[in-house]
């Protein structure tokens, strides 16, 4: 069964340091998600691409985020410098078809712990 | 801006009995609606999805979802509840359409009472 695949599932990093996530979504799909979720609460949306177009990133902060999807399949996820507040559980998802009607895949995630 | 509220944090049921998942939306426009099931530290689990026609879906589990449009709420349920269905349960929108966003709620832990 196809699946999406991230790395690393965990990463400890001190904080004003740089890093970075990466994934690879389900083959042929177009859409790729980027979500943070903090323990307890639901995922927030950072970036949306399509293929390797970004159609929604108002939620990620541009001063120490960015992702890329150079390509249109694998994706990075960087954080520079991190802050404290940062540590969370990142996921990636990915969907296929262009109507919105597919449901989302998602890996399983990669847990960041700022110290 | 789309919204999803789970009103309830925490549900509790014994195993066997019927358990309910509350989920009310906004969005504009026809709703895409999703299930999603997490397990501690790892990614979401789809479980359902509400796109047009029966109100009634089912799903993975034996899980099913009624959307009631009038309601604006998709509650997910399950006549029996399983031990193993205990976890974190998550109901999302999406506006019709393409490239729109997929809104999460904050989510409802399961727990199933032996």
């Known amino acids: 069964e196809a699946e999406v695949a991230q790395s690393p599932r965990y990463k400890i990093t001190e904080k004003s340091q740089a890093v970075a996530f990466w994934c690879d979504p389900i083959?042929?799909?177009?859409?790729l998600y980027w979500y943070r979720q903090i323990l307890g609460q639901g995922p927030e949306l950072l970036v949306q691409?399509?293929?390797?177009?970004?159609?929604?990133d108002s939620q990620l902060p541009k001063d120490r985020f960015s992702a890329e999807r150079l390509k249109g399949v694998d994706s990075t996820l960087k954080i520079q410098p991190a802050e404290l507040g940062d540590s969370a559980m990142y996921l990636c998802?990915?969907?296929?078809?262009?109507?919105?009607?597919?449901?989302?895949?998602f890996g399983q995630g990669t847990r960041l712990t700022v110290v | 801006a789309q919204s999803v509220a789970q009103p309830e944090d925490q549900v509790n049921v014994a195993e066997g009995n019927p358990l309910t998942v509350k989920c009310t939306y906004s969005?504009?426009?026809?709703?895409?609606l999703f299930w999603y099931v997490q397990y501690p530290n790892r990614g979401l689990q789809f479980l359902l999805k509400?796109?047009?026609?029966?109100?009634l879906v089912k799903g993975s589990y034996g899980f099913e979802a009624e959307f009631n449009k009038s309601q604006t709420s998709f509650h997910l349920k399950k006549p029996s509840a399983l031990v193993s269905d205990s976890a974190l349960y998550f109901c999302?929108?999406?506006?019709?359409?393409?490239?729109?966003?997929?809104?999460f709620g904050s989510g409802t832990q399961l727990t199933v009472l032996p």
């Open positions: 999302a929108v999406r506006a019709s359409g393409s490239a729109r966003q997929l809104t």
């Open positions: 998802a990915s969907s296929g078809g262009d109507l919105g009607n597919t449901e989302a895949f």
């Open positions: 083959s042929g799909h177009a859409t």
């Open positions: 691409f399509q293929d390797e177009s970004v159609v929604d």
């Open positions: 969005v504009s426009g026809n709703p895409y």
């Open positions: 509400y796109i047009t026609g029966d109100n």
